[in-house]
């Protein structure tokens, strides 16, 4: 009997047992995702990498076992075997349960090196909003995609021995003036989820401001990879190559930092950015 045919008749025993599962490899995270609840399996499925391939029933050494279990009025979030969340609807268990999979996953990189960053694709090159979680990634990320950008992340941007960007396809997590967030997946947004890596052409470092200005001047080089390894949730101790690996993704980039407004003018002065400086590139071209 092949894998898949295994998989599909322990999917199958696990349905009529009242247990849903599903694997699925997330960047070298091997994750196992359980529920004996029909909506918190919905939910599941809508929300764990939804662009991933799925693996139907068990897989073989999971390094994160996911699994929401009810218990009378109660939703929780078990992330292996240790409670991580616990809410009255399960909907409210997503920012949570994404928040588990954005650190098991980064725990685990091997050849790629994360940043906190805003990522989207704007014709053939990846555009960089590095930044701390809350700092407003994703509001700028959501306008971008509304624009007509392609998907990268609204959290990690994940950065290859070449400097190149990968993209990392969580679902956005959105507040619009809320105090707490909710998750938007990017089609919800009219975006497409590119899954092709890319080099990097714009890293905007901004910082938003209340007085609603746009002001903003260029960084070097040097100036941009030390920012990056500001925003990476890697220790330089513990990943030496940090430097080299930023320095080839700030190569080919166009860097600024500076003060933004809210999101749908910083995003026409962005696209406006970026429109400006491919038009002097086409102009200069013999």
Known sequence: MSQVEHS??????LHMSGTFTFGIQAFGCNIQVMTACAEAYAMLD????????????????PDLVIRIVRSADQFQLLANGVAAASARHVIDLVVDLIRVLDEAVVERLT??????????????????????????????VAELLRRGATYFSDEYAL??????????????????GRPEQFPVLPGECGAFVSHTPAPIGWILFLEYSSEHTWKITPLSQGEAVLALL?????????????????????????????????????????????????RLEASAVP
Not at 47 to 60: E, H, K, N, Q, W
Not at 241 to 262: H, I, M, N, W
């Open 8 to 13: 599909q008749g322990s999917l199958s025993q």
């Open 46 to 61: 809508r929300y764990v990498f939804p662009s991933l391939p799925r693996t139907a029933g068990f897989i073989s050494h």
């Open 111 to 140: 050849t790629l090196r994360a940043v906190h960053a805003g990522a989207v694709l704007c014709n053939g090159q990846a555009l960089l909003l590095p930044g701390v979680t809350h700092a407003g990634k994703s509001s700028l």
């Open 159 to 176: 950065i290859d021995p070449e400097g190149l960007v990968h993209p990392y396809p969580r679902p956005l997590l959105l507040r619009n």
């Open 230 to 278: 500001q925003n990476t949730p890697h220790v330089l101790a513990q990943s030496p190559d940090l430097p080299a690996v930023f320095q080839r993704a700030v190569a080919g980039a166009t860097c600024y930092a500076g003060k933004r407004s809210e999101a749908a003018d910083a995003v026409c002065q962005i696209l406006l950015l970026v429109e400006t400086q491919e």
